[in-house]
């Protein structure tokens, strides 16, 4: 099925460094969100953008939505251990129907104290 | 609030058999969908429910099936079980209607073994 393409696949950083990382999509769409999950657990939502162009804050986290509605990237500010876990963007497909989010492979952040 | 939760957590099944998961979404939300995570494939659409009706069917055989009930729970189902069809099984509810009617939120999900 279609996916969106997640980069970089795995990061592993220093505590207090910042990390940035980005979805690119062939497909247009008119939502992106951003989920972080931890191990057994399901996503938890982290940031949801609705426009293009759109940039969204929450905490040390930063995400935006891309002009040509095909990227998005989110960055994380003066990482700490708790961020660790896999981060994946999701999208919702321009005039399709809603329920059917398109997901990245995620990003696996590891953090070193 | 409560959030998403899912019944059981864990759950071991032999080839052949046949599974129901189940999912009670967050209070007021009307909108189901099911994923399915596996390390290979990542998260994969399986369907979604609005009121009682499957709106969106993602690219699985008809062994996946599902259904919502009239207070917006809603169940899946998997029969003839495949080895391939281990996996980590996610609910996500949503509103569906104004601003965040796109956001889903998720349960902890069922993680299925197949032996």
């Known amino acids: 099925g279609q996916q969106l393409n997640q980069s970089p696949q795995s990061m592993f950083i220093q505590e207090g460094e910042d990390v940035s990382m980005n979805c690119t999509s062939s497909s247009i769409f008119n939502t992106w969100l951003w989920y972080k999950q931890d191990p057994g657990e399901g996503p938890v939502l982290l940031i949801a953008?609705?426009?293009?162009?759109e940039l969204t804050s929450n905490g040390r986290l930063t995400a935006q939505f891309g002009i040509t509605r095909k990227d998005s990237f989110l960055n994380i500010s003066a990482s700490i251990p708790s961020d660790v876990g896999i981060y994946f963007c999701?999208?919702?497909?321009?005039?399709?129907?809603?329920?059917?989010?398109?997901f990245g492979k995620g990003t696996k952040l590891s953090v070193k104290p | 609030k409560a959030g998403v939760t899912q019944t059981p957590r864990y759950l071991i099944k032999t080839r052949g058999q046949q599974v129901t998961l189940s999912c009670s979404p967050i209070?007021?939300?009307?909108?189901v969908s099911w994923y399915q995570q596996t390390p290979g494939q990542g998260l994969q659409f399986l369907f979604e429910?609005?009121?009682?009706?499957?709106?969106n069917k993602g690219n699985f055989p008809g062994r996946f099936s599902g259904r919502q009930f009239s207070n917006s729970r809603s169940e899946m189902n998997v029969s003839t079980l495949e080895l391939g069809d281990s996996a980590l099984y996610l609910c996500a509810s949503s509103l569906i209607s104004g601003r965040g009617g796109n956001e889903q939120f998720f349960g902890p999900g069922t993680r299925l073994t197949v032996l």
């Open positions: 429910y609005f009121s009682e009706t499957q709106r």
């Open positions: 999701a999208g919702v497909n321009y005039g399709g129907s809603q329920g059917n989010l398109i």
């Open positions: 209070s007021g939300h009307r909108s």
């Open positions: 953008l609705y426009k293009a162009g």
